[in-house]
């Protein structure tokens, strides 16, 4: 698996919102956590995840 959208459950706007905090593939998103990349994400969208 080299996408994000290869991984369960993520589709191409979660992916999208991925790529645009920089988590770029699955293993930096391993690396990272989920819960970790979910606040990334939030914060990057104003609060809105």
Request: hydrophobic share 35%; glycine share 12%.
């Amino acid at each position: 698996m080299n996408k994000l959208r290869d991984l369960p459950n993520i589709g191409k706007t979660l992916e999208e919102n991925m790529l645009k905090v920089g988590v770029n593939s699955p293993s930096e998103l391993k690396k990272l956590g989920s819960k970790k990349v979910f606040k990334m994400i939030t914060s990057a969208n104003g609060g809105i995840g």
